[in-house]
């Protein structure tokens, strides 16, 4: 199965961006999009420079909220969450497990030979999108462990 083509940057950002959101609703926001039978919600509040906190959260990366810089590899591969998300049980490149963060659990779906994580955090009757990736090579290790353990777990 192919992935969706990569949506490049051509020189003008906010076109960029704005094309970018419109993927991201239409795909994604509104994209009817489910895992293990429970909706992919994404989290609109607080909205940021007219678009929501969902969006940049999978667009750009940093520790603080407010300084958070535009990441154009995760930029380009936007349509990969959702794709990633439909295609989770349907392509043997694709795995997933659980996760805890603090008191969260979240899962991870990863597109391995490409790098790539779409992260959720399970709530009450839905997943919500916490963010997607590019997984840098120390994770790589933390990630082949954590799955390892959860399906340890899940198999007895």
Known sequence: MALPGLICFQGNWQ????ILYKIYEEEIVFGNLYFKGLPVK??????TLGKSYGFWHVISNG????????DL?????????P??????DKDS?????????????????????EDFAVILAK???????????????????????????FWQTQNG
């Not at 994404?42 to 909205?47: I, M």
């Not at 794709?83 to 989770?88: A, F, N, P, S």
């Open 15 to 18: 076109e960029y961006v704005d």
């Open 42 to 47: 994404c989290q609109y509040r607080p909205p």
């Open 63 to 70: 520790p603080v909220e407010e300084e958070r810089i535009p």
């Open 73 to 81: 590899r995760r930029c380009e591969r936007i349509r990969w969450i």
């Open 83 to 88: 794709w990633l998300i439909q295609h989770v």
């Open 93 to 113: 490149r694709i795995s997933w497990w659980e996760n805890k963060r603090g008191r969260n659990i979240h899962i991870v779906i990863w597109l391995e030979p």
């Open 123 to 149: 709530r009450k009757g839905y997943y919500l999108l916490k963010t997607a990736y590019c997984v840098a090579p120390h994770r790589k290790k933390t990630f082949l462990k954590e799955k390892e353990r």
